[in-house]
């Protein structure tokens, strides 16, 4: 008889949530969750997955205590951004704290651009505490023109840069608003933008949120993580798991060819390169991102069948609307294949079929990868994420809206992570883990994703 992993799960928090001597404060994870927390417990250090977004006003304009108010008042309605994850008698779980969110003025060193005080400061975060971080930082007016933009290319628009912003200059303030990627998704990051935008207008705190509300609000986060729960059990059957089984059979872990690689003179754990492309008037299909990406992947790793991970899914039809993370991961075996419409067809058939499947929690993909012989602990290749910047809300504080940026340099959890922006044009970004890629490799890597990017744009083939 088949038991799933997700099965077995709800049924140790259900028993540890009847065993607490407050069962309303302890939430259940989801498998997207529990993923999170793992690869948290392999890190040496134990750092989280940090999501960040960075944001450039002129300087003085963000009330950085009126910022933590709205933020905290954010915190106290929602639990996901309260929960503090821990393992209750072997099962993991969501313990709710008390809204706390820390706003740090972060002090720039004399020659010191702010994204360098920022990357700084961001390294320095702990697994304890609020899952939601306010950190602000302005330009030192004597911080070089070196430190706040990558150099770029005026014969592709590419930029490549080891640890930089795309270019603040000074008069400027940086605000970056991060996140444990344990209580957030893309749609639960744009509203945490929407409804700080909101709140920081009608000078909002934690003390205007009536108890009733926070405490209906986490029920509604209890049912809607429970519903994705069972949803998760349901797709772990044993016809998906034959199926990834059977997709995985030859997925291995990746590693790119033995070489000494030089120590970065910046002494950044990673390289990062960017291109900007025109786009048209509908957003580039998926499996032409992803047939890019497998580009990049087999000129990095050669040929064989190396395992990608893009974020797919969303909230169970019956949950509301609650804000939290419950994106699975879902696995791409990326393989060499032949160019042109068949090879586009085939990732596209693929990818279709993968989506039937897409509610099967990573876990329990990799058991069923493994059971079917592959030499995969479960570790990716590599990581793509995708935005629609057309429907992504700004940040506006104090009447001004804040101008987003980029900073690279942080760490990476994959050899090679990339994020595309789609709207008006086509903003496509790689990073690379140092320790894994020479800079050279990387940008090769990255010039083959460009490269059949340019392609797809140029030809697209429209999906049935």
């Known amino acids: 008889m088949h038991h799933s992993i997700t099965g077995q799960y709800l049924a140790r928090y259900q028993r540890t949530a009847d065993g607490a001597d407050t069962p309303r404060g302890l939430l259940p994870l989801t498998g997207a969750q529990r993923r999170f927390l793992l690869v948290r417990s392999l890190d040496p250090q134990g750092r989280p997955d940090v999501v960040p977004l960075f ?40 313990r709710l704290a008390a809204a706390d969110v820390p706003a740090v003025r972060v002090e720039t060193a004399p020659g010191q651009s702010a994204t360098d005080a920022l990357r700084q400061a961001l390294g320095g975060w702990r697994a304890e505490g609020s899952p939601l971080r306010l950190f602000l930082a302005a330009d030192d007016d004597s911080a070089t023109s070196a430190s706040t933009g990558p150099s770029t290319s005026a014969t592709n628009g590419t930029s490549t840069g080891t640890g930089t912003s795309t270019g603040t200059g000074t008069g400027t303030e940086i605000l970056a608003i991060a996140l444990d990627h344990t209580a957030c998704d893309g749609q639960s990051l744009s509203r945490v933008i929407e409804e700080l935008t909101s709140a920081y207008a009608a000078a909002l705190g934690p003390g205007d949120v009536p108890p009733a509300a926070a405490d209906d609000e986490t029920d509604a986060y209890r049912e809607a993580v429970l519903l994705q729960l069972e949803a998760e059990s349901r797709a772990g059957g044993p016809a998906a798991l034959d199926y990834w089984g059977e997709r995985l059979r030859n997925v291995r872990d990746a590693a790119p060819a033995p070489r000494a690689l030089p120590r970065p003179a910046d002494g950044l754990p990673s390289g990062a390169a960017g291109l900007r492309l025109p786009a048209g008037d509908a957003p580039l299909p998926f499996p032409d991102l992803l047939g890019a990406c497998a580009a990049a992947a087999r000129a990095l790793y050669g040929e064989g069948t190396h395992p990608l991970g893009y974020p797919w899914g969303g909230r169970p039809a019956a949950a509301r609307p609650v804000l939290g993370c419950f994106l699975n991961t879902v696995v791409f075996p990326a393989t060499a294949a032949a160019t042109g419409p068949d090879a586009h067809a085939a990732t596209a058939t693929a990818w279709w079929d993968d989506l039937d499947r897409a509610d099967t929690p990573f876990d329990e993909v990799v058991r069923a990868a493994r059971t079917a012989g592959a030499p995969w602990s479960g570790r990716l290749a590599g990581l793509l994420t995708v935005e629609d910047a057309r429907h992504a809300p700004g940040l506006r504080l104090g009447g001004v809206t804040g101008r987003e940026v980029y900073v690279d340099g942080r760490p990476v959890r994959a050899p090679f992570a990339v994020s595309v922006s789609q709207g008006a044009d086509l903003l496509v970004r790689m990073a690379w883990d140092r320790s894994a890629l020479d800079d050279n490799v990387a940008e090769d890597a990255f010039g083959e994703l460009t490269a059949a990017l340019r392609a797809a744009l140029a030809g697209p083939v429209a999906l049935a």
């Not at 003085?60 to 951004?81: C, E, K, M, S």
């Not at 393992?87 to 969501?94: D, I, M, N, S």
């Open 55 to 94: 944001f450039a006003f002129p300087r003085g304009t963000v009330d950085l205590a009126r910022l933590r108010a709205a933020a905290t008042y954010l915190a106290a309605l929602h639990p996901a951004l309260r929960a503090r994850p821990e393992v209750v008698r072997g099962t993991p779980v969501q």
